[in-house]
């Protein structure tokens, strides 16, 4: 058996086709210079002979391959026409069946449609109210799950946000009053500093008060002294003044009782004089220690 044949028989093709008549002489010829084309050989430049042959040899085969594809087109080409032909009548007759044929599926099938319908729906209507409770519905089959189970959970998610809705609550209150009490706090800080710069500042005005009148008692102080020194100053020169001029007429007494030659009433006048003088210059020298 020719390998053309084995490939119509591997492929199902009925050997007496026009598919195989037609390429079963391609194949005798094909087969016969596969053979002969080998014995061509040229070796030496001075075989022009060998040359032209192989020349005539090689056109030959290119009319039978061009032969060959032409027939192949025209044979694929009616296949191909066929081919559209069959699926566009197939299309047809598949759009009168296909619809038919589903709506008897679906009188079928009623009662699973129908049930599937109130599955999908349940769903829907469960999905609603768990997204409200703010619950991840892709945890849960709500399709199969039995409606005591999901009526426990709806009230179990209830009492759960309830409980943390109180605790969000409770926990705001507490920030509220700690915002409140740190704010009331700092009011009375604020307020305490306020009174406690003015206290120092009353303070320190009284020291500087004080200090200030300190200085001017002691300005008056000083000032005092020093007008007492003056004064003592003043004083003493007004004794020794006096001093001296009681010393000058001491002398001058004495002079005259020298020159009077003895005593009489001038001269015992002059004595007392003396006399008086005598305890002033005493008097005086007590004074000036």
């Not at 195989?20 to 002969?36: I, N």
């Not at 027939?71 to 566009?88: F, M, S, W, Y």
């Amino acid at each position: 058996m020719s390998k053309l044949m084995e490939i119509v028989v591997k492929e199902g093709l009925d050997e007496t086709s026009d598919i195989v008549r037609e390429f079963m002489g391609c194949e005798v010829v094909a087969q016969e210079w596969a053979t002969k084309a080998m014995t061509i050989v040229v070796t030496d430049e001075a075989q022009t002979e060998v040359m032209a042959k192989a020349r005539r040899a090689r056109l030959f085969l290119k009319d039978e391959r061009v032969k060959m594809e032409k027939v192949r087109k025209e044979l694929k080409a009616d296949i191909v026409k066929q081919g559209r032909a069959i699926d566009g009548i197939a299309r047809h007759l598949k759009s009168l069946i296909e619809p038919a044929e589903k709506h008897l599926l679906e009188q079928e099938n009623f009662i699973k449609i129908r049930e599937a319908q109130r599955l999908d729906d349940l769903h829907l209507e469960r999905s609603a109210i768990l997204l409200k409770l703010g619950v991840d519905i892709h945890l849960y089959d709500l399709r199969e799950m039995a409606v005591d189970t999901f009526d426990s959970l709806v009230k179990s998610t209830k009492e759960s946000n309830r409980l943390k809705q109180e605790e969000a609550e409770r926990l705001k209150a507490e920030r509220v009053a700690e915002n409140k009490a740190a704010a009331e706090e700092a009011e009375r800080a604020k307020l305490e500093n306020i009174r406690l710069k003015e206290e120092a500042k009353v303070r320190d005005d009284e020291l500087a008060k004080a200090q200030q009148e300190k200085a001017e008692s002691d300005r008056r102080a000083d000032n005092a002294e020093e007008s007492k020194a003056q004064a003592a100053t003043e004083q003493k020169e007004a004794i020794l003044s006096v001093s001296e001029q009681l010393l000058i007429a001491r002398r001058a007494i004495t002079n005259i009782s020298q020159s009077t030659g003895g005593p009489n009433h001038a001269c015992d006048y002059c004595m007392d004089v003396d006399s008086i003088a005598n305890k002033a210059i005493v008097q005086i020298g007590g004074w000036l220690e």
